[in-house]
């Protein structure tokens, strides 16, 4: 499934961007988000989210949409998440290892769904009723915006530092 490709593409282009941000910019912040197409992270809290994302999030809406007769699906509140498990005490270095580790299992677990259950339903915040198809492609999303976010950081912190970044 091209969805279970694009999903395992996520670990290594992240850690493409990360590895541009020099290591004493990691929980640099831009004095202005504006124009910013996600959460307002940092770098490593931008790696952060993506694992609480992940495992408390999607593995968990996925569980509950396919063991439950169409469930409510928590929305998370990302800052609170920052705040609760001090993003900016983490190594980078476990977090990506714990993102990459956490994503394989997603999608090992998907693969296991049968074709029949993808139909599968769940209230989800404000976006009604969603099937579990549609779940994954949220998570799809949500990917994108957070690559398009690190891009965004990358952008300010060269125009608001004048750093040389590596183009890849």
Do not use: K
């Amino acid at each position: 499934m091209p969805l279970f490709t694009t999903l395992l593409a996520m670990p290594d282009q992240f850690e493409g961007l990360l590895a541009q941000v020099p290591d004493e910019y990691l929980d640099w912040e831009p004095a202005n988000w504006a124009g910013i197409p996600s959460e307002r992270f940092s770098a490593r809290g931008h790696l952060c989210h993506l694992l609480d994302i992940e495992t408390l999030g999607y593995q968990v809406r996925f569980r509950r949409t396919l063991a439950e007769h169409l469930p409510e699906l928590a929305s998370l509140d990302g800052y609170q998440l920052a705040q609760d498990n001090q993003y900016r005490q983490q190594d980078p270095a476990v977090q990506l290892a714990r993102f990459r580790t956490a994503r394989s299992e997603t999608v090992d677990w998907l693969n296991t769904v049968p074709s029949d259950a993808w139909q599968r339903r769940a209230r989800y915040g404000n976006y009604g009723e969603v099937t579990l198809d549609g779940l994954v492609r949220l998570l799809v999303s949500h990917d994108h915006q957070h690559l398009a976010g690190m891009q965004w950081l990358l952008m300010r912190l060269n125009a608001d530092h004048r750093l040389a970044l590596p183009l890849a």
